[in-house]
């Protein structure tokens, strides 16, 4: 079956710093990559997609590229905000089957 | 103008009683699904519903049954509730195949 194996948390930055939270996924075929974002107290939203390889999704200085070869889904940022804390969950699939990783706590610091 | 809600917000009750959680979406979307997250964020889905029709059930315990009386409309009635299952269950809801979900804010369920 699918699974997505991300970077066990938490992570904790100081504002300014880069950004890399690695994501891992095996599945049959080709399947649609996401990273969602979940702030306190919130349900997920969807942060960035990748339909096909090489494929690069971005999103509020968020990027992040389907690499087939690797079979990976690397989410990084330039330079991360206070704003930015929340937990980031990578998945793979489509919207009827989507598998998700378990989770990475980002906490960032003033 | 909330895209997808759900009610109650938070659920404390015994072990034993039965409860429902209500969901509803307003974006048009023709699926519509329940996850549940565990204390250590572990998200698993366990319902989905297109067009009123079951098309996802996974390992679920026949304690948890889903109605969706419309398309836009998607509960969950859990019976005899156990320690076990308390988490966080959230509705969602997507216009079609490799559409982005759109999740509701959550119900923390808590069995005591």
């Known amino acids: 079956g699918n699974s997505v194996t991300q970077m066990e948390g938490p992570v904790t930055l100081s504002e300014e710093a880069f950004l890399t939270i690695n994501c891992t996924y095996t599945?049959?075929?080709?399947?649609?990559l996401f990273w969602y974002v979940q702030y306190p107290g919130e349900g997920l939203q969807l942060l960035l997609k990748a339909t096909k390889a090489d494929d690069k999704g971005s999103n509020k200085g968020f990027e992040a590229t389907y690499r087939k070869e690797t079979t990976s889904f690397h989410l990084e940022k330039g330079s991360v905000q206070v704003s930015d804390s929340a937990v980031y969950f990578c998945?793979?699939?489509?919207?009827?089957?989507?598998?998700f990783g378990s989770g990475t706590q980002l906490t960032v610091l003033p | 103008d909330t895209a997808v809600s759900q009610t109650p917000k938070y659920l404390v009750t015994q072990m034993g009683n039965d409860k429902s959680i209500k969901c509803e979406q307003n974006?048009?979307?023709?699926?519509m699904y329940w996850y549940k997250q565990d204390s250590k964020k572990f998200l698993k889905i366990m319902f989905s519903y297109n067009n009123k029709e079951l098309i996802i059930n996974e390992t679920v315990p026949n304690r948890f049954s889903p109605k969706s009386p419309d398309k836009a409309h998607l509960n969950l009635h859990i019976n005899s509730l156990e320690l076990g299952d308390s988490a966080v269950y959230f509705c969602a809801s997507s216009r079609m195949v490799d559409s982005p979900l759109h999740f509701g804010n959550g119900t923390r369920l808590t069995v005591t």
């Open positions: 998945a793979s699939g489509s919207a009827r089957q989507l598998t």
């Open positions: 599945a049959t075929g080709y399947p649609s």
């Open positions: 974006l048009g979307h023709d699926t």
